[in-house]
């Protein structure tokens, strides 16, 4: 069993090696005392965009043939949750700042895994101190009737558009109506939800009081964000119009790092700056490699973990191995086959972490169970050698006796 143990260890001490290579962003817990808040320092609406909505990648103009509608009907819906985020911030604080109160956008802080999108925060001498009021914001009637069951977002307010709370409102009203005659209650799916609006977890104001905005105008935002920052890497690539099938003309790999910085408003394209994103870069391929060494190690330990349990079965089948060892072994080596497809599959940095621990933890007790199993069997051969020495004796001296 001495080379599955060495798999193990060296399994366990590679993926704590690659773990070190995900990139950490922890949650922003209440009592956090943040200085300088990003999202009050970006100073206004399109300021906060650039720090919470996403960049271009200048390689889009080129698969895109400089056509930005192509490009926009492919992302419109992720971009708008991220400027969903924005608008949300910049429209409640204005009221919330008359009582020292502001909302923070977690990515704007830095804190891109946290689950919640919002955190409230609170004037004190020292800076804003995070409090327990947390919110995630969900674009339409779906995600939020998921969000409301959704065990990540236990504990946090909903903040959704103008729409959907009226379409919400609008349900509950029909079901009520038709259902009353009938004797019957609401569905669960609408009793949820007129759960959920009327003890306030879904919010019919942003909070501050300031109206709802609707889907309209933060696509309405999400565009006007998203294009103009389009045209400007458009024209600094030499696009003279938008049409589908315009000829990218050869644009160095530095100019369009150069075009990225500047359109993201980072200020004049220098040596330092253009450094900066190279080490970022090289940082960012770095990482994705490691990910994919962690993969591969993964696939390969399975590939392993599933040839030994087919020669434990048959070690079963032959007598070699009792059905406890079969099982002990096996169940501990399934658990961490499982965790390793989690590990594989699993996109947030934190929860690798996580799962990493609890691998770890379950090749140890293979370790520990592996002693014991090899400890009884030691024993189990310890007694039926001297049980055989004995026997061996008995006969001898019987035969001894008979002459």
Avoid at 258 to 278: H, K, M, P, Q, W
Avoid at 296 to 304: E, G, M, T
Avoid at 305 to 318: C, R, T
């Amino acid at each position: 069993m001495l080379p599955d143990r060495i798999a193990r260890a060296v399994i366990s001490a590679a993926l704590v090696w690659l773990a070190g290579w995900c990139p950490l962003a922890a949650d922003i817990v209440a009592g956090t005392l943040i200085a300088k808040p990003a999202t009050l320092d970006a100073g206004g609406l399109d300021p906060l965009l650039g720090k919470v909505a996403d960049g271009i990648n200048p390689a889009q103009i080129g698969k895109h043939g400089g056509d930005f509608e192509t490009y926009y009907a492919l992302c419109e819906r992720g971009r708008a949750g991220k400027v969903f985020e924005a608008v949300v911030a910049d429209r409640a604080n204005p009221a919330l700042a008359k009582d020292g109160r502001s909302l923070l956008v977690t990515a704007a802080e830095g804190a891109k895994h946290d689950p919640a999108d919002l955190v409230m925060a609170v004037r004190s001498e020292s800076g804003w101190l995070i409090t327990a009021e947390r919110y995630q914001l969900k674009l339409g009637y779906s995600a939020v009737k998921s969000a409301i069951g959704d065990a990540r977002y236990a504990g946090m307010r909903i903040v959704t558009t103008k729409d959907v709370v009226e379409a919400i409102e609008e349900t509950i009203r029909r079901e009520t109506i038709r259902n009353a005659g009938r004797g019957l209650g609401l569905s669960p799916e609408a009793a949820a939800l007129k759960e959920a609006l009327d003890s306030g977890r879904i919010l019919r104001n942003l909070p501050g009081g300031a109206p709802l905005p609707t889907e309209a105008e933060v696509l309405a935002i999400c565009r006007t964000h998203t294009e103009g920052l389009w045209i400007k890497l458009a024209k600094a690539a030499g696009f003279a119009g938008s049409a589908p099938g315009t000829v990218v003309p050869a644009v160095a790999e530095e100019a369009l790092i150069g075009i990225r910085l500047a359109a993201s408003g980072t200020g004049a394209v220098t040596e330092d700056l253009l450094a900066a994103n190279r080490t970022r870069r090289f940082e960012a391929v770095l990482g994705r490699t490691m990910d994919l060494a962690g993969r591969a190690i993964c696939v390969a330990d399975l590939a392993y973990s599933s040839y030994q349990m087919a020669v434990d079965f048959q070690g079963l089948q032959s007598g070699a191995i009792t059905v406890e060892e079969f099982a002990l072994r096996n169940v501990l080596r399934a658990t961490r086959m499982v965790l390793e497809v989690a590990f594989m599959v699993d996109p947030e940095p934190i929860s690798k972490i996580g799962l990493v621990v609890a691998t770890i933890t379950v090749a140890a007790a293979e370790m520990v169970g592996d002693h014991f199993i090899e400890a009884g069997r030691s024993a189990r051969e310890a007694a039926l050698m001297e049980l055989e020495t004995e026997t061996r004796y008995a006969m001898v001296r019987e035969m001894v006796l008979e002459r």
